[in-house]
């Protein structure tokens, strides 16, 4: 049976103003920048996202109309969402998904009588891959939403929460082995305090890393070599939260010795709530030699929570796939993920076509602009030229350390006001961003 009523979603290319469904910018096969766009961008559908989430929201109960609603036993409905996600993945022509453990199947009232549940459901997604060729860009485990995880996972304050969390980490770790998963996630929900007078920070943040390393030792007991990605979030549910942010994160993994084995899934919206911009986290991880994947939404610069909204900002996309293009990748096995889903007022089944692929055309149509301005060169001619101060002269003594405190007193005690205002030019900022408008508008006629 056919669960959604489309066509397989096809390059239509950019004559039609009317959206439609089909791609305008993004045609799989095409190389730009020396590698297929499927192979820079590596799209991936997030399981609970989209044949999950009900489109609930703080006010309102969920209004999402889904065509494997008529299935009202709970594995009866898992095991058709299976099928049905297969069929999407298919119309949409992706090549990856990605899932949490309770994303699908229910949960029984024993860690045992869950993992046969969802044992049940990973044999029929594996069997599924078989006939596909869908491949796994990483899973994860949902250590946040049950009531247990109130205060945590691995930084409860309770042992027995610690415990559950490490045993079923166990289980989602032997799934990405069986589904053949390149990365492996951890999102800590509500890893972080929401009242410093009763936390002990250093002792949870240690749980914390002991926890991961355990992770990563069992998946090397195993034999399953996925990477290792921490996801940074700075707050929401908890009032803060340990992996605030990319350079928090870092600090973290180096502190710990996590660094070896770990890299970075950034998302935007959460770097939005951090305060950055979503380049600013992609550059922070890519300078750092940590970028490993990224979420792929935006939010509202109106809205104070993470509201997972599908990416449509061409300038932000733009911005963001600048970062992977100078990386060369997005990581070693990273890709996109669309973490993200319709709004509530879009509840019909194929919202979830649209809302794909105003996303993935966004994505390409940044990935285009971003291989033609480094193509150009012109934003490493801007960056070249703001510092080629420090090529020669005293700049390039400052920067190899031949000078000295002492040199750079003597060079600078007879230096008039004017001459250290003329050291200077304008960044002529303006005209920067007037020609990233410029390139993406002819970059995309």
Known sequence: MSYWNV????????????????FQYYNPDEVVGGKKMRDWLRFAVAYWHTFDQR????????????????????????????????????????????FHDRD????????????????KVVDKIVENQKTSGMKVLWNTSNLFTNPRFVEGAGTSPYADIFA???????????????????NY????????????????????????????H?????????????QMLLEPKPKEPTTHQYDFDAATTIAFMKEYGLDKDFKLNLEGNHA?????TYQHEIRVAREAGLLGSLDANQGDKLIGWDIDEYPSNLYETTAAMTEVVENGSIGPRGGLNFDAKPRRSSFEPNDLFYGHIVGMDSFA??????????????????????????????????????ASMADLENYSLDKTQKDLRDATHSDHLEEIKDTINHYIIQTLK
């Open 7 to 22: 066509d397989k979603i096809k390059y239509v290319g950019t004559g039609e103003k009317k959206s439609g469904l089909g």
């Open 55 to 98: 489109l609930v929201d703080p006010f309102g109960d969920g209004t999402a109309i889904r065509p494997y609603d008529k299935y009202t036993d709970p594995m009866d409905q898992a095991l058709a969402k299976v099928d049905a996600a297969f069929e999407f993945y298919d119309k949409l022509g992706v090549d990856f998904l990605c």
């Open 104 to 119: 699908l199947a229910p949960e029984g009232d024993t860690l045992r009588e869950t993992n046969r549940n969802l044992d």
């Open 164 to 182: 559950y969390s490490a045993a079923q980490l166990k289980h989602s770790l032997e799934i990405g082995k069986r589904v053949g998963s390149e």
């Open 185 to 212: 996630v951890f999102w800590g929900g509500r890893e972080g305090y929401e009242s410093l007078w009763n936390t002990d920070m250093k002792r949870e943040q240690e749980h914390a890393a002991k926890l991961f």
């Open 214 to 226: 355990m992770a990563k030792d069992y998946a090397n007991e195993i034999g399953f070599d996925a």
């Open 272 to 276: 939005n709530l951090a305060g950055h």
């Open 365 to 402: 149509a940044g990935l285009r602009v971003a291989v033609a301005m480094k193509n150009d060169g012109v934003l490493d001619d801007i960056v070249k030229n703001r510092y080629s101060s420090f090529d020669s002269g005293i700049g390039a003594d400052i920067e190899s350390g031949k």
